[in-house]
């Protein structure tokens, strides 16, 4: 089982519609959650953090459920802008007790106008 | 803007040299990172580091060496390269050990 696993892609969805990712991760450790955007044939970019208590930056919305180890993402009244690669990142002990990210392998988003 | 940026951007050399990818950052940030990612494909760590002196393999496993001499220098390298090493190669830094990461550019290597 893979540490950090995503709902395949890809996505088509029209614009204006919402949209939601899934995240599930297996190290019930955890403390640290992301969600980042990576364009095509570009560098990832942190979206948002993800905290306990969900949070918002506008149309994006992220929630975290510890019990199940699961990260979601919705985002609202969806842009073409929006079309990119949504990675679920989540932090991991190592055998050394060190944090490092882990990421899952993202899912497509493409927005139809 | 992160300040962290990787040299060369692009990069195409031939079976058996030796070459190094290079990253600097600016932020202070002690913690450095080399992820490997084929077109498409997911973001594989390879290296990191937790500071000068500090460098642990990844989670897939690479022919490449980092050192960390400097705090704002995380330089990989490879002594023989091969067609098998063509990717790109994503280097990024974080403040707090866990704590998101920027990354840089990237550098797409192709071996031939």
């Known amino acids: 089982r893979k540490e950090v696993e995503q709902d395949p892609g890809p996505f088509n969805v029209p614009e204006g519609a919402t949209v939601a990712f899934n995240c599930t991760y297996s190290?019930?450790?955890?403390?640290?959650f992301f969600w980042y955007r990576q364009d095509c044939r570009k560098e990832p970019k942190l979206l948002m953090s993800v905290y306990s208590s969900g949070n918002e930056d506008g149309r994006f919305t992220a929630q975290l459920n510890r019990a199940s180890q699961y990260i979601s993402l919705l985002i609202r009244d969806s842009k073409l802008s929006d079309s990119a690669t949504y990675l679920c990142?989540?932090?991991?002990?190592?055998?050394?007790?060190?944090?490092?990210?882990?990421f899952g392998t993202g899912t497509r988003l493409t927005i139809i106008p | 803007e992160a300040d962290i940026y990787q040299t060369p951007r692009y990069l195409v050399i031939g079976t058996g040299k030796k070459i190094t990818l290079e990253c600097s950052q600016t932020m202070g940030h002690d913690k450095m990172y080399w992820y490997q990612q084929d077109p498409g494909m997911e973001l594989h760590l390879i290296h990191y580091?937790?500071?000068?002196?500090?460098?642990e393999k990844g989670d897939l496993s690479s022919e490449s060496t980092v050192s960390r001499i400097r705090t704002e220098h995380f330089p990989l390298t490879l002594e023989s390269a091969r067609p098998s090493h063509t990717s790109q190669y994503l280097c990024?830094?974080?403040?707090?050990?866990?704590?998101?990461?920027?990354f840089g550019q990237g550098t797409r290597l192709t071996v031939v």
């Open positions: 990142v989540v932090n991991k002990k190592s055998n050394f007790g060190n944090e490092k990210l882990t």
């Open positions: 190290n019930s450790a955890s403390q640290s």
């Open positions: 990024a830094s974080s403040e707090v050990q866990g704590e998101d990461a920027f």
């Open positions: 580091s937790y500071g000068v002196n500090s460098t």
